[in-house]
T-cell receptor
Framework: GQSLEQPSEVTAVEGAIVQINCTYQ??????LSWYQQHDGGAPTFLSY????GLEETGRFSSFLSRSDSYGYLLLQELQMKDSASYFC??????????FGTGTLLAVQP | GAVVSQHPSWVICKSGTSVKIECRSL??????MFWYRQFPKQSLMLMAT?????????EQGVEKDKFLINHASLTLSTLTVTSAHPEDSSFYIC????????????FGPGTRLLVL
């Protein structure tokens, strides 16, 4: 089967750096995406890694290691508004996205 | 980014009735749309892939006769929950993937369904 595992919850303080890990087991893997979802809202796209290495987009960075079937999302200079659920998602054949278990990030003052 | 809309944003219905949810890509042609379901505090579960002009492809465990999907045009896909029951109450989200938007799927705002 296909699965993407994430820690269920992470807590950090404003201004800190937090890393959310994602380990995956999928077939037909093309790349790893990350999405943010605030309570009651739809997922919003954060980043996509097709190749190994680090992709940086402002305060958010994402990393992929295909050989380790592992990726992470790095959030820097945390703000209260970053409190949300974060999902990794594997892109597979026919452009299907399989979502990870999700991580609830709580940013404290 | 690209815009995807869903209608209605929320719906309450009686058990046994059918509910239709529309998903529209507003500024691009979506060759493929996806339907997801999300229960509270859980992840998004892919229900089906909807391709314009062809039958939808359903994920394992999703009843195709209960969740009818139609993708009649390049900008519209509909999901009909037939004979809805309380256990069908969920957050239904569509996403669109299309020409010129290959970098990601764009998600609609979701439809919250409550079946009484």
């Amino acid at each position: 089967g296909q699965s993407l595992e994430q820690p269920s919850e992470v807590t950090a303080v404003e201004g800190a750096i937090v890393q959310i890990n994602c380990t995956y087991q999928t077939s037909g893997f093309y790349g790893l995406s990350w999405y943010q979802q605030h309570d009651g809202g739809a997922p919003t796209f954060l980043s996509y890694n097709a190749l190994d290495g680090l992709e940086e987009t402002g305060r958010f960075s994402s990393f992929l290691s295909r050989s380790d079937s592992y990726g992470y999302l790095l959030l820097q200079e945390l703000q209260m508004k970053d409190s949300a659920s974060y999902f990794c998602a594997a892109l597979g054949a026919t452009n299907k996205l399989i979502f990870g278990t999700g991580t609830l990030l709580a940013v404290q003052p | 980014g690209a815009v995807v809309s869903q209608h209605p944003s929320w719906v309450i219905c009686k058990s046994g009735t059918s509910v239709k949810i529309e998903c529209r890509s507003l500024d691009f042609q979506a060759t493929t749309m996806f339907w997801y379901r999300q229960f509270p505090k859980q992840s998004l579960m892919l229900m089906a892939t909807s391709n314009e002009g062809s039958k939808a492809t359903y994920e394992q465990g999703v009843e195709k006769d209960k969740f009818l999907i139609n993708h009649a045009s390049l900008t519209l896909s509909t999901l009909t929950v037939t004979s809805a029951h309380p256990e069908d109450s969920s957050f239904y989200i569509c996403s669109a993937f299309g020409q010129g938007r290959e970098e990601t799927q764009y998600f609609g705002p979701g439809t919250r369904l409550l079946v009484l």
